[in-house]
């Protein structure tokens, strides 16, 4: 993957040149090149079939939980094992890497790639189930803080341009 200033897969902020919001996404997992910068939702089916996984109770490894699909029928179709390689080797887990994320995502112009949006999405998943496993008031204020800037990133994602609202 050769970086240049119009790659998609980067974002460009006021402080460094390039940032990779997912830097591991762009290392070989598991011994096979094709998931380098893996995407699960490739197609509609796949939107679909993540939203079915979501509501089935999808819950990403941390340090005290393991990935998991609750509902057996979903979790042995083999599009699964994508997601699960995102879930468990892209996604940052420490609460350090997530508000570093949220800080380049304060920092990006334009609309996030559909790998990012995608991945994003899953970081804010994995937050919020951090957030409801963690009992110090501190961290749960810390991962609180962060799950919301996550939304606050996504919702400005998908918020079209002040400018091109108000010409219409």
Not at 58 to 85: C, H, N, T, W, Y
Not at 106 to 134: I, K, N, P, W
Not at 142 to 165: C, H, M, N, S, Y
Request: with cysteine; glycine share 2%; proline share 6%.
């Amino acid at each position: 993957c050769q970086v240049t200033q119009t790659h998609p897969c980067f974002s460009t902020s006021p402080t460094s040149s390039f940032i990779a919001l997912y830097p591991s996404a762009f290392r070989v997992k598991r011994g096979t090149h094709s998931l380098v910068n893996p995407t699960f939702q490739n197609t509609v089916e796949d939107v679909n079939l993540l939203f079915e996984i979501l509501l089935a109770g999808l819950q990403i490894e941390g340090e005290d939980m393991p990935f998991l699909i609750p509902d057996p029928e979903l979790a042995s179709l083999r599009r699964v094992q994508k997601l699960e390689v995102i879930c468990e080797d892209i996604l940052p887990k420490k609460l350090s890497e997530i508000r570093r994320l949220t800080s380049h995502l304060s920092q990006r112009r334009g609309s996030l790639s559909r790998e990012d949006f995608e991945r994003t999405v899953l970081t804010m998943v994995y937050t919020a189930q951090s957030l409801s496993h963690t009992i110090s008031d501190t961290q749960r204020e810390l991962w609180g803080d962060t799950l919301v800037q996550l939304f606050r990133a996504i919702k400005e994602d998908l918020a079209p341009p002040l400018r091109a609202a108000q010409n219409n």
